[in-house]
């Protein structure tokens, strides 16, 4: 058995969304997208298509390796059922509790500066 989540996740303030299915396929990429339109109605959505083979400057692959250090590394489950709590666990409870301890690891590289919070001095 294997545990298929497709998710997105907002850089500036930590908050994922995610499915999780039998298969990832249109019809979840739909729900997936459904889950943020209605998360973030005021705001539009965009969507940055990263080069193919660059996990390193995908930030939701940083975070799946966030995930296997907290669930899969150095752990044993007895059960499909517990393994899945656990994964599905962190990205419900752990992430929103503890995304300070693991934001930079993901997030490095992919600052978002606020032009409202600096200054712009002429010379």
């Known amino acids: 058995m294997r545990v298929n989540i497709q998710g997105a996740l907002n850089?500036?303030?930590f908050d994922f969304r995610f499915v999780q299915s039998e298969k990832i396929n249109?019809?979840?990429?739909?729900?997936l997208l459904t889950k943020i339109e209605t998360a973030y109605s005021a705001r539009r959505v965009r969507l940055?298509?990263?080069?193919?083979?660059?996990?390193h400057l995908n930030p939701i692959e940083r975070l799946w390796g966030v995930?296997?250090?907290?669930?899969t590394h150095n752990a044993h489950y007895p059960d499909?059922?517990?393994?899945?709590d656990a994964v599905l666990g962190f990205?419900?409870?752990t992430i929103p509790r503890k995304w300070r301890d693991f934001r930079d690891t993901?997030?490095?590289?992919?600052?978002?500066?606020?032009h409202e919070k600096h200054q712009i001095i002429q010379w």
């Not at 249109?26 to 729900?31: D, I």
């Not at 940055?48 to 996990?55: E, I, N, R």
């Not at 993901?106 to 606020?114: P, Y």
């Open 91 to 93: 990205f419900r409870e």
């Open 67 to 71: 995930m296997h250090s907290y669930v």
């Open 11 to 13: 850089l500036e303030t």
């Open 80 to 84: 499909f059922g517990r393994f899945l």
């Open 106 to 114: 993901v997030t490095d590289n992919f600052r978002v500066i606020s």
């Open 26 to 31: 249109a019809r979840t990429t739909r729900q």
């Open 48 to 55: 940055h298509f990263l080069p193919k083979y660059a996990p």
